[in-house]
């Protein structure tokens, strides 16, 4: 399963790469292999000063290593050493009017003191933040995930987009990062499903992300808009960085295992802004949007 899970996120790396620099027309990606202290390394590539993208990282990483104390802790864990392979991607386009995306697919294995594996488990998901509304997008988002996840069970789409919901929301502020999509973690084999069924659902959900984003982007990246518009994308960008540096388990998880500091991080904003106590007009796109960060929508029905 390791090898396995390896070749999928890196086929899923070069795919989602490619159609990026495409539908940008200008910048390309630039890759960087790194090595992790104490096991294993990655496949970083990150786009820059793009006409559509003005960031985008898109990383394989594959370490293994001793079980840190802190991350024992962290997962109530009595493993030794451990596994851990994924791709994960963040998207920043240039245009307000196009929204960020992220995703993340990935597995891990954890052994005991001989080396035997005692536990394994698939997580990831993807979830969409605009800085202006497009409930039609929005829709189309989560339609196209819904689709992905019903071949393998009806109910996982409703359980993944809730437990997204609640994980994806600065707490701190009582708002969401951004729409949502699907969230899931600790997917074990059990009666119901076996390794082999969570790992056919973590493709079909890896798969599904280039035609739930891309189409939304095609749609919105040739809008105009103002320099007022593109001050309050960069607001919105600071919400973005407070859910990753004090939330997100990823980052966390990275910086506790001794990982590449420059690959975790590679998911910030390169512009983005902390202006004090700044709220909306009453009746403003701006504060629409707010209005529904405040509850997570039903974009299905």
């Known amino acids: 399963m390791k090898d396995r899970f390896v070749a999928f996120v890196r086929a899923l790396q070069d795919e989602i790469c490619a159609a990026l620099e495409k539908i940008d027309g200008q910048a390309q990606f630039q890759e960087d292999l790194w090595e992790r202290p104490g096991g294993g390394g990655g496949r970083s590539r990150v786009l820059s000063e ?27 864990s009595e493993g030794d050493s451990f596994f851990a392979c994924g791709v994960s991607l963040v998207i920043h386009p240039r245009s307000p009017m196009v929204p960020t995306c992220h995703a993340n697919f990935r597995y891990f294995e954890m052994y005991n003191s001989a080396g035997e594996k005692i536990d394994s488990w ?12 497009f409930e039609e997008d929005a829709r189309h988002f989560h339609r196209v995930q819904k689709e992905a996840a019903d071949k393998h069970g009806e109910e996982l789409y409703p ?35 076996s390794e082999e069924d969570w790992f056919a659902f973590s493709q079909s959900m890896g798969n599904s992300f280039l035609p739930s ?29 407070e859910f990753n540096l004090v939330h997100d ?9 001794n990982g590449r500091t420059e690959s975790i991080l590679m998911s910030l904003p390169p512009r983005v802004r902390w202006d004090y106590n700044v709220e909306p007009e009453a009746g403003s796109p701006e504060a ?5 960060l405040k509850e997570p929508m039903d974009w299905i029905n």
């Open 122 to 133: 698939f997580g990831g998901g993807s979830d969409l933040t605009p800085y202006y509304l």
């Open 249 to 257: 388990r990823g980052t966390l998880f990275g910086l506790k295992t």
């Open 288 to 292: 629409k949007l707010i209005a529904v």
């Open 50 to 76: 793009g006409l559509v993208f003005e960031k985008a990282g898109v990383s394989t990483s594959v370490v293994h290593g001793e079980m840190p104390d802190a991350l024992k802790k962290n997962m109530q």
């Open 213 to 241: 984003y891309l189409p939304i982007v095609e749609k919105r990246k040739n809008l105009d808009y103002n320099e007022e518009q593109r001050y309050w994308q960069e607001l919105r960008r600071g919400r973005y960085v």
């Open 159 to 193: 359980l993944y987009k809730k437990q997204c919901d609640e994980y994806f929301r600065n707490h701190h502020r009582n708002e969401g990062r951004g729409i949502g999509g699907t969230f899931y973690d600790y997917l074990k084999a059990n009666e119901e499903r």
